[in-house]
């Protein structure tokens, strides 16, 4: 775990957005523990001299780094976009603070969908297949699946979060029809991050992919998902410290379950799975937090296979602690955070 200069470390920092969520729930923790917690918006920091503290009053802080907001919902933009934001997170790992809640180069990494699951891999936890080939254009991928006999995949931009750009593809390989679902939208030849579901197909899917294979993009397996009551179901799973804290099921109609396109949440005891298969989705979630010591808090979204219920990453992310369902409830992920930043401040 992120060890913390316990002579120093006096404060939580907090590197957020003005009037976000993430930032008032994990306050409105830190205010019921007693905790000061200064902050710091993103909108500062646009270059490292931005920085207001002076640097000899930087290691009395352990900082917490939330996402930004993204200035552009178009997808050609999110290359550019998440290279600004490295460079920030860069920067920060090099500020003499007392510590890191999550550290920037991890959170960084994970951002990464083709780095953080290629060491998954390498560490033998179990994930969704991700293909090793890149594709450039349709014509290449619909070889590809032709060749390996595969009708259905997802095809992700390799940064990303909000199932920007995700695409759920279907390809019948003796007629060549293409039927793919996605929440983003293409208008003036640019792809643009919507949240509304699309189902396209024909002409309209292929010109679609044909924008989308520009970026940067991984292909992984569509595994079928565990179901209830006919729902498909993933899992986020929300690791912190060494412990998981909360596991949060996401239902929907169609193969993308990101809760703010209209699917909902139900809480994870309703699921009513057994007791194996719990500690199974618990063993392989801290078995991939193990890959990222450098991360405190995890979210990850967590597949559960059809008939089987052998879970899978299917993606992670260091910045994934704020599900409504809890921070409007208990706030029990925030609380955890809180409690146990009060044991690091009050070490002697």
Known sequence: MVQCDADRVKKVLLIGTEGGKQRHYFEKAAALAGIPVDFLDWKHMTKLE??????????????????????????????LLTEEYDR??????????????????DIAEVLDKRKCKNRLLLEQVPTTKLYQEAFSEKEALFAFLFENRISQVFVKPVKGSGAAGVVAL????????????????????????????????????????????????????WHGKATY?????????????????????????????????????MAFQDLQLDRRT??????????????????????????????????RIIEMNAQGDLLHRDAYGENRIYGRQVAILKEILSRP
């Open 50 to 79: 931005d920085f207001y503290l002076r640097k000899e009053d930087l290691g009395q802080y352990v900082v917490k780094i939330d996402a930004p907001v993204w200035g552009s919902c178009c997808l050609e933009e999110l290359d």
């Open 88 to 105: 920030r997170l860069h920067q920060l790992s090099h500020l003499p603070v007392g510590g890191f809640w999550n550290h920037p180069h």
């Open 170 to 221: 279907r390809y019948a390989r003796d007629t060549g029809r293409l039927v793919l679902y996605t929440c983003a939208a293409l208008e003036g030849g640019h792809i643009y991050n919507t949240r509304k579901m699309y189902r396209l197909e024909g002409g309209d899917a292929r010109c679609f992919l044909d924008s989308l294979l520009k970026l940067d993009c991984v292909v992984e397996r």
């Open 229 to 265: 009551q006919g729902y498909c179901y993933d899992l986020r799973v929300v690791v912190q410290d060494g412990q998981v804290d909360y596991i949060l099921p996401r239902l929907s109609r169609g193969p993308i379950t990101n809760l703010h396109l209209n699917n909902h949440s």
């Open 278 to 311: 719990v500690e199974h989705i618990q063993e392989v979630c801290l078995r991939a937090a193990g890959c990222y010591p450098g991360l405190r808090s995890i979210g990850m979204d967590v597949l559960l296979e059809k008939e089987t219920l052998v879970p």
